[in-house]
């Protein structure tokens, strides 16, 4: 099964939630996965954007009126961060057609032909199944922050006796205060605001989960190479000069799609890297306080566990084609004299 097999099930609840916008998505022939403007996954990605500013703008004012400070400040912080993700994963997505022929020139490589069902299969259910688990883990951590947040709301109508009978109404007037002030409550623009709030939220773990699949993929393919390498790296067998030439010029093509691809999704990964510590920080900081209600205490121990799992993932799977892609030039050491060539000797140029 091919990469972009693999990953198409998950892109698909990518576009659930308005993140990776590619028209097509349901063919299976990625070359008809197509990034349009004028699409309707193009449109509800940017529509989401333009709520993420206008509720961005709404925690600015706040912070002016209560002041700054390091709780508080996460408000502004969040939507601006997840505005910055979902324009790169646009970015991503608006690049990626340019990416998949050099996907398909990689996989059609003689080298990864060799043992490829069983190794496809492996491949397939490990980035599935992380995949998977991250992504129901950032719903479940949302369902939470919703539950605290209405278990918040209605002790605070319980102190001053309000009126909480009409439990969504009193949620949405009470979380979305700015925006029905201005408009009449309704319960499709309360249910248009959750979803909006929740796909924003799942920002963060959709460009985890895509950073690794990519990751995994190529080091799949660097892993392959290194396999046939190591079997002929034993004084039994002696290859060819022939046999090498071809080999690196594989890895070379590995490489190339490798350096492409970071050229396109290498400002993902940095903005990855510095939203996972400040999570890191802000829920540490959040452990040293009481809180109120066991499930707050529940949600940031939550909370605190994924963003450790999840940059301990992404960080992981990134390394691992660090260290497969220089593999070769230590396999390429243990080559016996007797089968030594010029051709080996180009992979330590």
């Not at 922050?145 to 209605?154: D, E, L, R």
């Not at 080999?247 to 492409?260: A, K, T």
Request: a positive charge.
């Amino acid at each position: 099964m091919s990469f972009h097999s693999t990953i198409r099930p998950v892109l698909v609840i990518f576009m659930l939630f308005g993140q990776f916008p590619l028209y097509g998505i349901l063919y299976r022939k990625p070359s008809r996965w197509q990034f349009r403007w004028c699409s309707f996954q193009t449109v509800l990605c940017l529509v989401l954007v333009v709520v993420g500013v206008f509720l961005c703008a709404v925690e600015y004012d706040r912070l002016q009126v209560i002041g700054v400070n390091a709780n508080n400040i996460i408000g502004p912080l969040f939507y601006a961060d997840v505005i910055i993700i979902m324009l790169l994963l646009l970015r991503v997505a608006h690049r990626w057609s340019s990416m998949v022929p050099k996907w398909d020139q990689v996989e059609a490589l003689e080298v990864m032909q060799y043992n490829a069902r069983q190794q496809d299969t492996r491949s397939t259910r490990r980035i599935r199944a992380v995949a998977l688990l991250l992504l129901v883990m950032g719903f479940v951590e949302h369902m939470l922050s919703i539950g605290k947040t209405v278990y918040a709301k209605v002790d605070e109508g319980r102190v001053c006796n309000w009126d909480y009978s009409n439990l969504p109404e009193y949620y949405a007037l009470r979380t979305y205060g700015f925006f029905f002030r201005r408009v009449p409550y309704n319960f499709p623009s309360f249910i248009f605001l959750e979803y909006a709030n929740t796909a924003l939220t799942m920002a963060w773990t959709v460009q985890d989960v895509l950073i690794i699949m990519i990751s995994d993929s190529i080091a799949g393919y660097f892993d392959r190479l290194n396999a046939r390498i190591q079997f002929y790296s034993t004084v039994q067998v002696i290859a060819r000069e022939k046999f090498w030439s071809e080999l690196h010029s594989d890895y070379v093509v590995v490489c190339e799609l490798l350096e492409y691809v970071m050229n396109i999704c290498s400002p993902l990964l940095v903005v990855s890297c510095g939203t996972n510590l400040y999570l890191i920080c802000y829920q540490l900081f959040h452990l040293v306080e009481s809180e109120k209600f066991i499930i707050m205490t529940v949600f940031t121990y939550y909370s605190l566990f994924l963003v450790i799992l999840r940059t301990f993932l992404t960080l992981h799977h990134c390394s691992a084609v660090h260290e497969v892609a220089r593999k070769p030039l230590k396999l390429c050491r243990r080559i016996p004299t007797v089968g030594w060539c010029e051709e080996v000797s180009i992979f330590f140029v």
